[in-house]
């Protein structure tokens, strides 16, 4: 029998996509809370609590509103459960996430004899799959030619495309979805908590799903939060889904969300851990109290100072997402992404390449919005790149970079 020695992970410099830094305060809250089943009360009156600031940050009044045990995938796999075997489904796909998505949707949609033929990667001639090249947003017009010709039941969307950096129209997509009388559903994971907007400005969009660790910033494995309209729950009664675990109304319960209405305390549903409970809460007490308006703003202003920088750098960046930035290396370092990202990486500064093709290099600044926190970014880029024999002068580009923040 072998026993390891006790795990040490080190603190790394987390600048990809996400997770992002998670706040020491949210740790706290986790290493201090009490060891409390999850029917103690005030276990049960921390997701009471969580669920109606949850509803503050969507900017919703929907009632079933609340978080799903796990990652992202967790709460997709719950929206997701609405949709049934033969069910019409367009799907917009522009990088390694949606694309994931639309494996996801063709899963749930595929008929037994479609699962059968792949699956893996089953092929549903229901599932209609709009692909848009890496690197371009999905636009209203593209939305709006599928919807019209396909007049689908569902439609679904990624917000904003973590694995090519571009923000999709979602004004688009909510407007195509009430004109053509389609149910949408968007993967809201890389921009809840990082971009300023009210789901119920969206009346065309019955579910919403996103993940503890990007905007949200609650790591230590907390809860993907989702929104149901009240006519998704509707048509979720009426049909059901092929889930417990995952299934809208009985994950609720726990939440305090039974017979269509919120109670003080939940019931059973599936364990939950006290621990995950109270820095979940932490993590939203941290975003409210920002201010999810001037949160959303900060991101801009770095975003906007990051993106001058690499480009006086000689990198081109092709992505338009205000927490993180997707670039390609300029001349000779051109295809060399990977190495660069994996040299950075083993010295524990945590950059991301692109998950899918082309390769390109993504550096995120979740909860690293402070000068100081985006100046050591660019100076460990840069030294980087210069050590593969970028050619720059390190002093003017971080000149340059103190000026934009001097400029205010
Ligand atoms: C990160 C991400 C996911 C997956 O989330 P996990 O937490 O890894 O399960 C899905 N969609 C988008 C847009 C993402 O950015």
Redesign the pocket.
């Known amino acids: 029998m072998k026993i390891f020695p006790a795990l040490e992970i080190p603190e790394t410099l987390a600048a990809g ?2 997770p992002g830094k998670t706040d020491p305060r949210v740790l706290e809250r986790f290493c201090k809370t009490g060891v409390a089943d999850h029917m103690q009360k005030d276990v049960l009156r921390g997701m009471v609590e969580a669920k109606l600031m949850l509803r503050e940050l969507w900017g919703t009044k929907n009632l079933y509103t609340f978080g799903v045990g ?5 709460g ?1 796999d719950s929206i997701q459960s609405l949709v049934l075997p033969g069910d019409k489904v367009v799907v917009f796909v522009n990088g390694t ?2 694309s ?2 639309s494996l996801c949707l063709r899963m749930k949609a595929s008929s037994l004899e479609d699962l059968a033929a792949d699956s893996l990667n089953p092929q549903p001639a229901n599932v209609i799959v709009i692909n848009v090249p890496h690197g371009q947003s999905v636009t209203g017009d593209i939305i709006e030619r599928a919807l019209a010709e396909h007049k689908p039941m569902w439609a679904f969307m ?6 090519s950096g571009r923000v999709n129209d979602i004004e688009g997509f909510n407007v195509a979805c009430q004109k053509h009388a389609v149910m949408g559903l968007i ?1 809201a ?2 921009s809840l908590g990082v971009g300023d907007f009210d789901i119920d400005d969206y009346p065309g969009v019955v579910a919403w799903a996103s ?4 905007g949200v910033l609650s790591l230590p494995l907390t809860y ?1 939060p989702v929104s149901f309209s009240d006519k998704a729950i509707a048509v979720l009664k009426q049909r059901g889904c092929y889930t417990f675990v995952h299934h809208p109304i009985l994950e609720a319960r726990h939440w305090g969300i039974i017979n269509d209405e919120d109670v003080a305390a939940g019931t059973y549903h599936r364990t939950h851990s006290g621990y995950a409970v109270a820095a979940f809460h932490e993590a939203l007490r941290i975003l409210l109290g920002y201010g999810r308006a001037q949160k959303a703003k900060d991101y801009l202003y770095h975003e906007a100072a990051l993106k001058q920088v690499v480009a006086a750098m000689g990198c081109d960046v092709t992505s338009d997402m205000p927490s993180l930035i997707v670039l390609n290396l300029p001349g000779k370092l051109a295809g060399r992404e990977k190495d660069l990202v994996a040299g950075c990486r083993a010295e524990n500064f945590c950059i991301w390449p692109t998950l899918s093709e082309p390769v390109q290099i993504r550096i995120g600044i979740l909860n690293q919005l402070s000068v100081e926190a985006i100046t050591e970014i660019v100076g460990r880029f840069a030294d980087a790149m210069l050590k593969m024999g970028a050619e720059f002068d390190k002093h003017a580009v971080m000149n340059g970079l103190a000026e934009y923040y001097k400029a205010g």
């Not at 993940?211 to 990007?214: A, I, N, S």
């Open positions: 996509p996400g796990g990652t992202g995938w967790s997709l996430f949606s994931i998505d990624t917000h904003w495309e973590t694995g993967d994971v890389s993940c503890p660790q990007k993907a």
